[in-house]
């Protein structure tokens, strides 16, 4: 490997690692990364959760696909997030962020708790569009 090369990879590692610093810079993307962490989830259900706006909640969900962080997965016509293994294996310190350091956090603990309300309540997006059955 020239020195080009070298100079080239480490760059593109520095550039990735700064974006991704920047998305893990925001209490909302945080929380959203607590959330996708136990749950793949819609737009609508993510805003319903954390009780923000839908646009509110595309841009963080943008800004942490932007990273590489998360990816969506459309279903029928909605889009499911999920975390993304390949980043989280070429960066371990994200992984103690969202499965060690969050739980300790008052807010996340709360949407956790709406989650679980979530989950039991069987809604769906479909529900969700018409109404927020947890306001």
């Given at each position: 490997?020239?020195?080009?090369?070298?100079?080239?990879?480490?760059?593109?590692?520095?550039?990735?690692?700064?974006?991704?610093?920047?998305?893990?810079s925001h209490e909302n993307r945080?929380?959203?990364?607590?959330?996708?962490?136990?749950?793949?989830?819609?737009?609508?259900?993510?805003?319903?959760?954390?009780?923000?706006?839908?646009?509110?909640?595309?841009?963080?969900?943008?800004?942490?696909?932007?990273?590489?962080?998360?990816?969506?997965?459309?279903?029928?016509?909605?889009?499911?997030?999920?975390?993304?293994?390949?980043?989280?294996?070429?960066?371990?310190?994200?992984?103690?962020?969202?499965?060690?350091?969050?739980?300790k956090i008052k807010i996340?603990?709360?949407?956790?708790?709406?989650?679980?309300?979530?989950?039991?309540?069987?809604?769906?997006?479909?529900?969700?569009?018409?109404?927020?059955?947890?306001?």
């Amino acid at each position: 490997m020239s020195i080009t090369e070298y100079s080239n990879k480490k760059e593109v590692f520095y550039l990735g690692l700064l974006t991704i610093i920047k998305a893990l810079s925001h209490e909302n993307r945080l929380r959203i990364l607590n959330l996708i962490n136990q749950q793949e989830l819609c737009v609508c259900e993510i805003e319903t959760i954390m009780g923000v706006t839908q646009s509110n909640a595309s841009r963080h969900l943008n800004k942490l696909n932007q990273a590489n962080i998360i990816y969506g997965k459309k279903k029928a016509q909605w889009v499911y997030y999920h975390l993304n293994q390949d980043t989280l294996e070429r960066y371990p310190f994200i992984s103690l962020i969202i499965n060690k350091e969050l739980q300790k956090i008052k807010i996340c603990q709360e949407d956790n708790k709406r989650l679980k309300e979530y989950l039991e309540s069987e809604f769906t997006c479909k529900d969700l569009s018409s109404k927020n059955p947890f306001k």
